[in-house]
């Protein structure tokens, strides 16, 4: 795949990141309501790092490391949130990771944006396992994944070092035989 997919849906258009889109990363990256839940977001959000993930995001593009679309509502051009798969070849499995902004919470615009990358990460690209994990207290990407039938799978113990705190996460996941099993149905 030389061009970066579109994925479109009922009422979202998911494409590729551009340069225009530094205002609105600025504008709600700049949440600490945000950066708590997304472990490479920092805070303050500055333009500086808009710039440095919008390069880290294109590399991996480039590198087909990862695939990390804007969201967009399908009638508007303004990023609103951001959602990706983060490549492991070897097992032929992704990790998705998401963020939507924070007017944006509660339209159920999360959970059709991951029903759009679960289909294009088994039926364009061949996964065999796609996986996601949330800290605890984020009980609304919890409800995300079980919308999109993925399955609980483990609640990992201080999984990850945050500016010197342990933090639990608990996962979910999807194989290609589960996804083609929940969607035959």
Not at 24 to 50: G, M, R
Not at 89 to 111: C, D, H, L, M, R
């Amino acid at each position: 795949m030389t061009e970066f997919p579109e994925l479109i849906t009922d009422k979202l258009k998911l494409r590729k990141i551009r340069p225009s889109d530094i205002p609105s990363l600025l504008k709600y990256c700049n949440n600490k309501n945000i950066s708590d839940q997304i472990i490479n977001i920092p805070y303050p959000y500055l333009e500086d790092d808009a710039i440095f993930r919008m390069n880290f995001v294109l590399q991996g593009f480039k590198n087909k490391e990862r695939y990390v679309f804007a969201i967009s509502l399908k009638d508007s051009e303004e990023l609103i949130g951001e959602i990706g798969l983060h490549l492991d070849k070897v097992n032929n499995s992704a990790q998705f990771g998401y963020w939507i902004a924070e007017p944006f919470w509660g339209k159920g615009i999360a959970t059709e944006a991951l029903a759009a990358i679960l289909k294009f990460g088994f039926e364009t690209l061949h996964l065999h396992k796609i996986y996601a994990t949330h800290y605890p207290d984020n009980l609304s990407s919890g409800k995300v994944m079980l919308k999109n039938k993925m399955i609980k799978e483990a609640e990992m113990k201080e999984h990850y070092k945050i500016e010197g705190v342990y933090k639990d996460v608990i996962q979910y996941r999807l194989t290609k035989e589960e996804y083609e099993e929940r969607n035959s149905h």
